[in-house]
């Protein structure tokens, strides 16, 4: 999952406007500021539309938190790590 990402504020349409990709670039932001807060300060501000399908953000980070019990997956450890702990941190963020 270890993917190069770049900040996209301001696209509003295919991938890059996306819950999944949101979901991608808080993990990346959580893991290079090791910090899941740098993640959700992403989604709260960064990205208005995400803040409000935050129920859909928690799906998608659920999912992607399972790719650490994948064994041809071990790349994708720290990714999925990282998607874990801010999928608890954005179930404890209120508004």
Do not use: C, P
Request: proline share 0%; glycine share 8%; hydrophobic share 35%.
């Amino acid at each position: 999952m270890h993917l190069e990402f770049r900040d996209f504020h301001g696209k509003e349409h295919g991938f890059d406007a996306s819950i999944v990709r949101h979901a991608l670039f808080a993990i990346h932001e959580t893991i290079k500021q090791e910090s899941a807060q740098q993640g959700i300060n992403y989604l709260k501000t960064g990205v208005s539309t995400s803040w409000n399908d935050r129920k859909k953000l928690i799906e998608v980070l659920r999912y992607l938190s399972r790719l650490a019990h994948i064994d041809h997956m071990e790349h994708g450890e720290t990714d999925a790590e990282a998607a874990s702990t801010l999928t608890g941190a954005l179930e404890d963020t209120k508004g």
